[in-house]
Structure formats: C-alpha cells, structure tokens
C-alpha cells in the first residue's frame, strides 16, 4: 500500500473531495455505514483543530485515493479513534473491494496501538482486536416517514399513540407545538448545551460541556455546513419557548443522534420523545435514510428503533511494549464498565447512587 500520512491542514481538496465521494457512494455500494458523519472529513478536521495529535492516512492505489484513515496518536505512538469518547463511528473509509492489512497501516501511522469503541461492521482486520460488540439502534425512514409511523404504530402501538396524545396536550396547555428542523440561532444551542450539562450533573455523569475541546468542537460543527455535511440543531418549541433540542451531524443519507435534551419543566409531556419523531419526518422529506440513535441502551431508544447497526470496541495492536502496557491499563476499565452497564441487577443500583450524588451536588 502507497501510504501517505497528513495533518489535518496539509490534507489536499482534492484528496478531501475523493474521501467525500467514497462516502457519497456508499449506500450505492453496499456499506451504508461508511456515510455516517462522524466518518466525514470535516469532522475529523473539526477535532483536529481542538485536540492535538489528529492525522489522516490517505491510501493510494495507482495514485488514486482508495481508502482514509483519521486517527489520533500521542508521541509515545498511542493510537485513538479521532474524538473517542464522543464519536459515534469510527474506522477506514474505503472504495469496495478494498483490503488493508492493520498492523502495514498502524506501522506506517507509527503507531503501537490504535484503539476504538464505535467501530461499524464490515472491517475486519480492525475487528480482529474487538473485544466486544453492541447494538446501536436506528430509526430507518427511506420508505418516508408515514412508513416508519405506521411500523411504529404496528410494534409499539401504545408508544405511538400517547406520545403523539402528548403533542396534542402540549400544544393546548403550553402553547402551539412548533419544530425547527436546522435552527440556526446560537442562543439555542446554548439552551441546549445548559439542559444537557444540567441532565449530566442531575444524573452524576461527567459533564461533557466542562471539558473545553467538547464546548469547542460542538460549536465549530454547528457553524460547519456544506453539501454533504452539516451540523443539525432541531428544537421544539411551545410557542417562542424551547422546550426540546437535539444537536447532531448529517451527510446526505445518515443523521447521526447526538445531544438530545429538554427542559425538565415540560417532562409529563415527554417533549424529547415528540422531538425525535418531528426529526424523523424532517428527515425522511429530506432524503435521510436513517437516523443512528447510537450505542448505548435507553428505553426511549428501544421505542423509536426499527433495527439496530452493530458496532464493536477493542483495540488493534503491534508487538510493542507500548500496546502491551496501554492494553494492560484500558481492559479493566472496559470490562467492568461493560459489566455494569449489560447487567440491570448491576446498572440499576450503580444509576440510583449516581443520580443520588447528583441531586447532592446540585444542592450544594
């Protein structure tokens, strides 16, 4: 393999087009997944301009683009998928037919390991160091989005109906029930943003806007809009207020979920909910094929879904020393949060702690 390894600047329009077109023909060819928005080249420069250590590889054969490999890495040659921790899909972008061999790749990324948690099917030389792999929920409206409602209504029929009884009481109660697909007002992302730090802390998990590259990036992909690519803001509102919001990223066949939150004074009317299906039809009229929940297990997840992607976690690695003693020091971690989280008998007691010291910090 001709390898070329570039910083996010040094990355050519030509080259950044080729990586789009592989992306924009993917549902043609068979690997949907491979469009999804955290695989596009503006995210991976998004991060890049955030967080130290960004790099593609680009991958010629003949001298044509075949296959871009965003990653992060450290000087010690630590590996990461670009912004893990907040990507919902990570890996190779490639033309069909293409074949790698992973340890060739990380040899000449100089790297010792690379590491994922959000890795889509059809990789398989990174899938060799997946150490597991879960379900992440879709909501597919190719079909338009009466299609999706009436398979909606069909496997949850009591979901449907009092989730859009509620929109109907929103409405009469609160004022008249208004979405906005892509609301381009900074104030709402704000909004937004303090909604989600708030749920962060009211429920004891790490507040992900008080990390300053997070806040950042969030921003810079808001104000980040091209043909195939844009940041999406959707918000309900109940007259002039917001109620509900979503931030998430688009190419032109996937919308990937991202921050859904909502103002908990509006909770009885279950607003996140009505938010997401308001986002389904925006969608399906303009010409998504599926929005990616993303992993992790949230009943209101299991509700919307139609199917589910699978994406697996783990780590690709060289004889190295390196990879030895990062390995050594991720896998406990993993495996016992993937322990708590697939074990109700476990999760449930571990969340009730959590939201318990989030309501003492709140009071404090």
Known sequence: MDIRVYRPGELSAAD????????????????????????????????????????????????????????????????????????????LVYRPGFTWDAHELLRACGLAVWEFDHLPEGQQPFEAGASGT????????????????????????????TTLAKERKLGRDAGRARYVHDERDPAALRTLMAWKSAQYRRTGRSDRFAQPWINQLVHQLFHTRSEPFAGILSVLYADDRPVAAHFGLRTERVLACWFPAYDPEFAKYSPGLILHLRMAEAAAA????????????KEYKDSLKTRELFVSEGWVTRRHPVALGHRARRAPVRALRNAVLSRPELFEPADRILKRIGKIRSRG
């Open 134 to 161: 879960f379900p992440s929920p879709v909501m597919d409206v190719d079909q338009g989005y009466e299609t999706y409602l009436a398979r909606l209504r069909e496997q949850s029929p009591k979901f449907t109906r």
């Open 286 to 297: 303009d010409g998504i094929a599926y929005l990616d929940l993303g992993r992790g297990q």
């Open 16 to 91: 950044r087009a080729a990586w789009t077109a592989l992306q924009s023909k993917a549902h043609l060819n068979g690997s949907p997944e491979l469009a999804n928005p955290f695989l596009s080249p503006e995210f991976t420069l998004a991060v890049g301009r955030t967080r130290r250590g960004v790099r593609i590889a680009a991958v010629y054969e003949d001298g044509e683009p075949a296959a871009f490999f965003p990653y992060q890495r450290t000087a010690a040659g630590v590996g990461r998928a670009v912004g893990l921790g907040v990507s919902d899909c990570q890996g």
